[in-house]
């Protein structure tokens, strides 16, 4: 299998995540989430590493968490970065 691959579909698995704990960040709005879950929580503990950084720089303003966004522009700069290396050892 190709390296590449692997490596799109690992940073598309974080993206999928992020997506998640965006959603259930919204449904408390129209239902109750339970957060003793083992899916919230496995949703909550894989991405907080990745936002909380990103929430330091940025705070939320108006309610409103930009870290999502931040993060998302991040692992495209990271992913490209990642590939670049990966095909220029391979090559």
Request: net charge positive; no cysteine; hydrophobic share 60%.
């Amino acid at each position: 299998m190709n390296i590449g691959l692997i490596i799109h579909a690992i940073f598309t698995a974080v993206r999928w995540l992020i997506i998640a704990r965006i959603v259930l960040s919204f449904l408390p709005l129209f239902m109750r989430i339970d957060p003793y879950n083992p899916v919230v929580r496995f949703i909550n503990e894989s991405t907080e590493p990745l936002m909380a950084p990103f929430r330091r720089l940025i705070p939320p303003i108006g309610g409103i968490d930009f870290s999502p966004i931040i993060l998302f522009l991040v692992l495209g700069f990271v992913e490209n970065l990642v590939l670049q290396l990966v095909y220029k050892v391979l090559a």
